[in-house]
C-alpha cells in the first residue's frame, strides 16, 4: 500500500521551532517531487514549500520564506520540514504530497497536481 505519513507536529510557543517529517511507504521517493500543504480552520488551504526529485529546486510561500527549510533525504525515504520563528498563524493541518515526475530540478505547490496525500499532522502555535 502506497502511503504518506507525516509525524512531528505538535504544540510550540511563538518564536519556536520544529521539524516535520514526511515518510514514504510502499514506494520510493527518489522520482518523486513532495509538497507540503497546510490547511487551517476558516482559511484557504495553502502551498507552503516543494522540493524537486534531486533537491535541486526548493520553492516556499512568501508566508514562511526564511523561516522553513525543506529538504528530502532519499536514503531515509522521508522529506521534511524545519519550521523556525514560528508564528500563531502557522497553525494548521500540515501534510505533504508526492508526485512522481521526470522533471528533475522543479517542483510545484500547486495541490491538484499531486497524487499521493498523507493524513497530516497538527501544529499548533501558541502561548
Known amino acids: 500500500q502506497l502511503k504518506l505519513v507525516e509525524s512531528g507536529g505538535g504544540l510550540v510557543q511563538p518564536g519556536g521551532s520544529l521539524r516535520l517529517s514526511c515518510a514514504a511507504s510502499g514506494f520510493t521517493l527518489d522520482y518523486h517531487a513532495v509538497g507540503w500543504f497546510r490547511q487551517a480552520p476558516g482559511k484557504e488551504r495553502e502551498g507552503i514549500s516543494c522540493?524537486?526529485?534531486?533537491?535541486?529546486?526548493?520553492k516556499y510561500a512568501d508566508s514562511v520564506k526564511g523561516r522553513f527549510t525543506i529538504s528530502r533525504d532519499n536514503a531515509e525515504n522521508t522529506v521534511y520540514l524545519q519550521m523556525s520563528g514560528l508564528k500563531p498563524e502557522d497553525t494548521g493541518l500540515y501534510y505533504c504530497a508526492a508526485i512522481i515526475t521526470t522533471v528533475q530540478h522543479m517542483c510545484s505547490m500547486t495541490h491538484d497536481l499531486y497524487d499521493h496525500y498523507g493524513q497530516g499532522t497538527q501544529v499548533t502555535v501558541s502561548s
Open positions: 522540493i524537486s526529485v534531486h533537491d535541486g529546486s526548493a
